[in-house]
């Protein structure tokens, strides 16, 4: 007779071969983009990495500099500026986005009448439809220290006229304001459908148990939407380390280098100065901070909720 764990095994033996099928397609589907991805970014970043080695002339010629590349740009005052500036920026702008994108998300997720609910919905995702230079030089208008609207608007109320992008205080804080208007609408979908997505057996438990509102959102909602919450803060702090149109467009870096950000400081070195080894340098670091920063959040901070 066949012992008990071969017929076990028997009988699970479909199951294992189902599933097995299903990860062949889903597989499959997903070559394409792994194809796409290896033959062109990864293409991109290996190339980087062999050009930070080497001193580019503007002529075509290469010279083998090792590591002089990377003495040249860590020493640079102003990487260190720009990179300063940058995290400013996602100091302002990723906590903020994420917080009102949650509100409106939640707002979006009690409401009853659905027509209003996916009208709303299409008003907050419509920035994310405007191209970056259009939203730039829509913002561009808006802040302007003289024909502004902001300006008029703030004046109402007797608030003096402000610098705005004009401003090296303001200018930082201001650019953070159009990468949330920008990206609201895409982190509210995210959180929306991760909401959407939760039982809610869960909440009529909390409510026969005398939960309040807020208690069930703390214990029950945020730890349930924490893949989502993850998922959006790697976006945005992505999003925010390479933002470039809406700050050449606007400021161009300025006043001062105030909005000097890490991606404006690579293009001009590369494209400006013709500094080709050193921008190289710049993209390998952004690219090792910014692979840092995922896998550390996506591995620790991400966690598995279960009731």
């Not at 479909?14 to 991805?37: E, M, Q």
């Not at 290896?38 to 050009?51: H, I, P, T």
């Not at 893949?227 to 149109?245: G, Y």
Request: glycine fraction near 6%.
């Amino acid at each position: 007779m066949r012992s008990e764990s071969a017929l076990r095994a028997d009988r699970n033996a479909p199951g294992r071969s189902k599933k097995a099928r299903y990860g062949l397609v889903g597989f499959l589907f997903t070559l394409p983009a792994v194809v796409y991805f290896g033959s062109v970014y990864m293409y991109s970043l290996v190339s980087s990495m062999a050009m930070s080695f080497f001193s580019w002339s503007p002529g075509g010629a290469s010279r083998f500099v090792g590591l002089e590349s990377y003495r040249i740009i860590l020493s640079d005052s102003m990487f260190w500026r720009s990179l300063t500036n940058t995290l400013y920026l996602m100091a302002i702008s990723v906590p903020c986005t994420i917080l009102l994108s949650l509100v409106v998300a939640v707002l979006l997720d009690r409401m009853m009448v659905r027509e209003i609910r996916d009208a709303l919905h299409i008003v907050v995702l419509l920035p994310l439809m405007t191209s970056l230079v259009a939203a730039a030089l829509i913002w561009q208008w808006i802040f302007d220290p003289v024909f502004g609207v902001l300006n008029h608007i703030v004046g109402w109320v007797g608030i003096p006229r402000q610098g705005w992008l004009t401003s090296p205080e303001q200018v930082i804080p201001s650019l953070s304001i159009i990468n949330i208007w920008l990206r609201v609408g895409f982190n509210t979908t995210i959180l929306l459908a991760g909401l959407q997505s939760i039982p809610s057996e869960y909440y009529d438990a909390a409510l026969i148990d005398g939960a309040s509102g807020f208690k069930a959102f703390w214990r029950i909602t945020l730890p349930l939407l924490n893949p989502q919450i993850v998922l959006v803060t790697i976006t945005e702090m992505i999003f925010a380390f390479k933002a470039f149109e809406q700050v050449y467009i606007t400021t161009g870096g300025g006043p001062a280098n105030a909005s000097r950000l890490i991606i404006l400081y690579l293009y001009e070195t590369a494209f400006k100065w013709f500094r080709f080894g050193d921008a190289s340098v710049v993209a390998v670091f952004l690219f090792l901070a910014l692979l840092l920063v995922s896998v550390f959040q996506w591995v620790f901070v991400r966690r598995k909720v279960e009731y």
